[in-house]
């Protein structure tokens, strides 16, 4: 996640560098860059916010699935170990009826 945040970041940041010089390029009087350049670098923040709060939710949603993959495998194996189970009890009971029906 670190990596992730850090080169969205580096990209905000790039993005506001180019928008600076994309309106010093467009005429933008010497006043209205540093108004742009705040504005740019408070949209970039609440972008970063943005992303921090959407990456911290992606990862809770991960947590949350995984603990749930696990949980349906715990539970497909022990519907798997009763099944096992059920077939050698009625196994059992169909070689019990078998002796009884040798004896008699």
């Given at each position: ?41 408070a ?29 349906k ?32």
């Amino acid at each position: 996640m670190t990596c992730f945040m850090t080169l969205v970041r580096t990209i905000g940041s790039r993005l506001a560098c180019a928008a600076l010089i994309l309106t010093a390029l467009a005429g933008g009087s010497v006043a209205q860059q540093p108004d742009a350049g705040r504005a740019i670098a408070a949209e970039n923040r609440a972008l970063a916010a943005e992303i921090d709060q959407a990456a911290t939710t992606f990862g809770r949603t991960s947590a949350e699935l995984d603990a749930l993959l696990k949980a349906k495998g715990d539970l497909e194996e022990r519907l798997e170990r009763i099944q096992r189970r059920a077939q050698v009890h009625a196994i059992g009971q169909e070689l019990a009826r078998t002796r009884v029906r040798e004896l008699h």
